[in-house]
């Protein structure tokens, strides 16, 4: 069975384990402030070219969000602008919610948002004459990539930071697949253009490569007030911070973050070619490493005779959604085997 449901079924990579194993003898200071975890901050600050940024590591990319949008909302009536189909309103159990916090969602397009849609809802609080029975928008979230694959241009983004920058919202970024985004053939962005735009963002690990670990990055002076401090008190303040710190020096301090994404993006058009081939129609039009397809349940079928992949919402009685999905660590034979499966159907 080949695993093709998600981009963080494996380990890590192996420079990652090969580092570890070389420090497990050594001792370090504890909570990040050790000098792999400095070494590290300097390798990820070598591609943000924001000398006032400061980056923090922790575990996983919920605990991330709730972090970033804890420290830069600072009244409970404060709301998040977000897409409906955003991560932290489809797929976090409340988490945002239970930080006191209501979760403003917008329809979408393709997972993403626009600046119309962001200064809509914003004016619709600031020219209200019942501005205190109402929850003010104070941050707008959106996720490069987004669920659905999909990514934001330069334009698009400046856009949106000119409505922020308008109504005084704070922009957060979820990098949970970061890399993915940055290695697809239609994106203009840099990480440095995200840090300039950005309040508030993480740069995905988890499923880019490493056993765990997000690094949030913050650029907003008033939002780095205390950030340690929310660490502790959300729990992510993890003693052992060399373990996160060793394995982003291991992808930064030579580019393997981007390298090995580059590949997952490539093995993805490979599959994307024979879906094409065959006449399925596209749910949405990705460019990076996940692919949504309408399928037929009789295909499904088929094909989870001997891949793993993720069936989603049904369209009808007859088809449902689907998604493939590639990672660092999928290979060009894996991509072709499903490939040469999606043309036998």
Same mark, same amino acid.
């Given at each position: ?45 070598? @591609? ?12 996983? #990319? ?12 600072? !009244? ?23 930080? #006191? ?8 397009? %393709? #997972? ?13 609080? !600031? ?20 669920? @659905? ?68 990055? $913050?650029?907003? %002076? ?7 401090? @929310? ?9 052992? #911070? ?67 992949? =993720? ?9 449902? $959604? ?10 060009? =034979? ?12």
């Amino acid at each position: 069975m080949i695993r093709c449901n998600n981009d963080y079924s494996r380990g890590a990579h192996p420079a990652i384990l090969k580092a570890l194993e070389e420090i497990n003898e050594t001792s370090f200071g504890g909570y990040g402030t050790d000098e792999i975890c400095e070494t590290a901050r300097k390798d990820i600050a070598k @591609y943000l070219d924001c000398p006032n940024a400061e980056i923090h590591f922790v575990v996983g #990319g919920t605990q991330a969000n709730v972090l970033m949008i804890e420290a830069a909302l600072t !009244r409970k009536y404060h709301g998040v602008i977000c897409a409906n189909s955003g991560h932290i309103n489809v797929h976090e159990s409340g988490s945002i919610e239970n930080t #006191g916090h209501k979760l403003l969602a917008l329809p979408a397009v %393709d #997972g993403k948002l626009s600046a119309e849609q962001i200064a809509d809802e914003a004016e619709a609080f !600031r020219s209200s004459p019942l501005q205190e029975h109402i929850c003010e928008p104070k941050a707008v979230y959106i996720s490069f990539p987004t669920e @659905y694959g999909t990514i934001y241009s330069k334009k698009e983004l400046r856009e949106i930071r000119a409505v922020c920058d308008e109504y005084k919202l704070h922009l957060i970024i979820d990098g949970a697949r970061m890399s993915y985004g940055l290695a697809s053939e239609r994106n203009d962005l840099t990480l440095a253009d995200i840090c300039d735009m950005a309040d508030i963002f993480y740069i995905g690990g988890t499923k880019c490569g490493l056993l765990f670990g997000e690094a949030v990055v $913050i650029t907003n %002076d008033e939002i780095k007030v205390g950030f340690r401090n @929310y660490m502790k008190l959300y729990g992510a303040l993890l003693a052992k #911070g060399w373990l996160l710190g060793l394995q982003f020096h291991v992808m930064f301090a030579d580019g393997l973050y981007f390298d090995i994404a580059k590949d997952a993006v490539e093995y993805a058009e490979i599959i994307k070619y024979e879906c094409l081939k065959k006449g399925l129609a596209p749910y949405v039009v990705s460019d990076t490493n996940q692919l949504f397809y309408v399928m037929s349940k009789e295909m499904i079928a088929k094909l989870e005779e001997d891949f793993f992949f =993720e069936v989603m919402d049904p369209v009808d009685n007859k088809y449902n $959604i689907i998604r493939f999905c590639t990672s660092w660590s999928t290979t060009r =034979e894996e991509a072709e085997a499903l490939a040469d499966a999606i043309s036998m159907l």
